[in-house]
């Protein structure tokens, strides 16, 4: 375990994040491969001028506590909040262009300060990000995944937000069984372009329905949501998606992700970049650099 983990692991294990183990369902996951840098996406040659905004991303950048657009933040009270608890709404400030929708769902147990860190760090690098309490803590994924898409139509429904946010570019993250939600919101709404379930939660080992982009986050050491029971399951699952990936943290536990983490987020922002604004600059940042001391385990396609 790193030094900057160790101490992220003292802070989290302070916040409450249980698992519900309901009909667990174990399956053989393939075997883990030790990361191995890419440097291209063939797929794209040049980043989408509709949507490609900002710097060239360099790897210090993308490990930056912010990256390179102000944000603004709006409280997104319960009595607003249609279909799901609460939130808090973080963009870019006014004049970046339409950007896209990002959805953040914590997992069993938690409260939406859990997940806080990656909104204001996700759109500073240019997308709309609404990090979400759910209508009860211990929801389960169906029910995260139905709260993950009522938060992106809030946000597309604002009428203030005309012309600053795309509703047709949608991603959905979430933790543990926030995870679980946000792979049953993308199998439910096609639209969606990408996905990342960081230290995902849930028994179902069948996700042929999504077409994301899907990047799945594991915990090398997560004893709640084991990854051989559920990341590398999931990530096998998924059959039908135009990409995905599987990071391995080295040493994480499940409470890990929920404290800053550069890893996390530059991965996080290089998948969103590439998948949600077609932003081919981003490509080569997507796999970790073959001596990444912070990932054990890297698998892609």
Do not use: C, N
């Amino acid at each position: 375990m790193t030094v900057a983990r160790a101490a992220a692991r003292h802070a989290a294990a302070l916040l409450v994040a249980g698992a519900v183990v309901v009909g667990l369902v174990t399956a053989s996951a393939p075997p883990r491969s030790a990361p191995v840098a890419e440097e291209s996406d063939p797929a794209v040659e040049t980043p989408s001028a509709d949507h490609a905004r900002g710097p060239d991303p360099t790897a210090t950048m993308l490990r930056q506590p912010r990256g390179p657009f102000s944000v603004e933040q709006r409280d997104v009270p319960a009595a607003a909040a249609e279909g799901f608890g609460e939130g808090t709404l973080h963009l870019p400030a006014a004049g970046d262009g339409d950007v896209g929708m990002v959805a953040i769902s914590p997992g069993y147990g938690a409260q939406e300060s859990a997940i806080a860190w990656m909104g204001p760090r996700l759109a500073s690098f240019g997308f709309a990000v609404i990090t979400l309490g759910t209508e009860s803590l211990d929801d389960e994924p169906s029910a995260r995944g139905r709260q993950l898409l009522a938060a992106l139509d809030h946000v597309a429904a604002a009428e203030d937000l005309a012309g600053r946010v795309d509703e047709q570019r949608q991603a959905v993250i979430g933790h543990s069984m926030g995870g679980g939600g946000a792979l049953r919101a993308a199998a439910a709404r096609e639209e969606i372009d990408a996905v990342v379930p960081v230290a995902p939660w849930h028994p179902r080992r069948g996700w042929s329905a999504i077409e994301a982009a899907t990047l799945v986050l594991g915990a090398e050491e997560d004893r709640v949501a084991p990854v051989d029971e559920h990341a590398l399951p999931i990530y096998a699952g998924l059959t039908g998606t135009r990409a995905k990936a599987y990071l391995e943290l080295r040493g994480a536990d499940h409470l890990d992700p929920l404290s800053a983490d550069a890893t996390i987020a530059a991965h996080t922002v290089a998948w969103l970049k590439r998948h949600l604004d077609d932003d081919a600059r981003y490509a080569r940042f997507i796999a970790p650099a073959e001596d990444d001391a912070e990932v054990s385990a890297w698998r892609r396609g």
